[in-house]
């Protein structure tokens, strides 16, 4: 399915993504007046992206942020240029915290301490802060695309109710492999253009609602 299709009407995602543990990494609050420079990575696994074997599936990536959040707009801007280009197979969710509280459950859910933080594949790989490029968020997607994942088949249903405020979801799920899935499937449901802003004045992409 493209893209467009993916992110039509309210802009539906819905990836599979695997049980994964979360590290905490200590790491300053980016709220205060450390300023764009902080950031950490947190690599799962040794090595580089380009040593790595071809991809395996399309990497979910929750970018939680908030609309107070100075350094968050340099997060969201690297990632919707990523994605724009093309290059990589991937999905973003802009995950406004201080907006949708849902967010914010998912955010506490993964232990998340400061903002803007960029999570892949449920946090196999987790970029924090506000880096000088799109380095680091490319390498985390080619690191996280290429790791083993279940063989799953997919078939999405979205329709409108008879309420303008709602819309109806159904997700048919195949397990193709031998042996019970452990993993989680999460459905996402975006505004492809946000109602919300960032700190910058912009509206938010694909905002989670």
């Not at 031998?178 to 509206?203: C, L, M, P």
Request: with cysteine; hydrophobic share 40%.
């Amino acid at each position: 399915m493209s893209r467009e299709g993916m992110h039509s009407a309210y802009g539906l995602i819905i990836l599979l993504i695997a049980v994964v543990g979360v590290v905490s990494v200590p790491f300053a609050s980016l709220h205060g007046s450390e300023g764009p420079s902080t950031w950490v990575i947190r690599p799962s696994t040794a090595g580089t992206a380009s040593s790595r074997a071809a991809p395996t599936h399309t990497v979910l990536v929750e970018d939680f942020t908030a609309t107070t959040c100075q350094y968050c707009p340099v997060a969201g801007e690297a990632l919707s240029t990523i994605y724009q280009s093309g290059d990589y197979d991937f999905y973003f969710v802009s995950m406004i915290t201080d907006m949708v509280d849902a967010a914010m459950v998912r955010f506490q859910d993964l232990n998340g301490q400061g903002v803007p933080d960029v999570l892949f594949d449920g946090g196999y790989e987790e970029v924090v802060g506000a880096p000088p490029s799109t380095d680091l968020y490319t390498d985390a997607i080619n690191i996280s695309s290429s790791r083993p994942v279940p063989d799953l088949s997919m078939v999405q249903h979205v329709m409108k109710t008879t309420n303008a405020s709602e819309i109806y979801v159904r997700v048919d799920v195949k397990n193709n492999d031998a042996v019970q899935y452990t993993g989680h499937i999460r459905s996402y449901v975006t505004e492809i253009v946000s109602r919300y802003k960032d700190y910058s004045g912009n509206y938010y992409q694909f905002g989670f609602i």
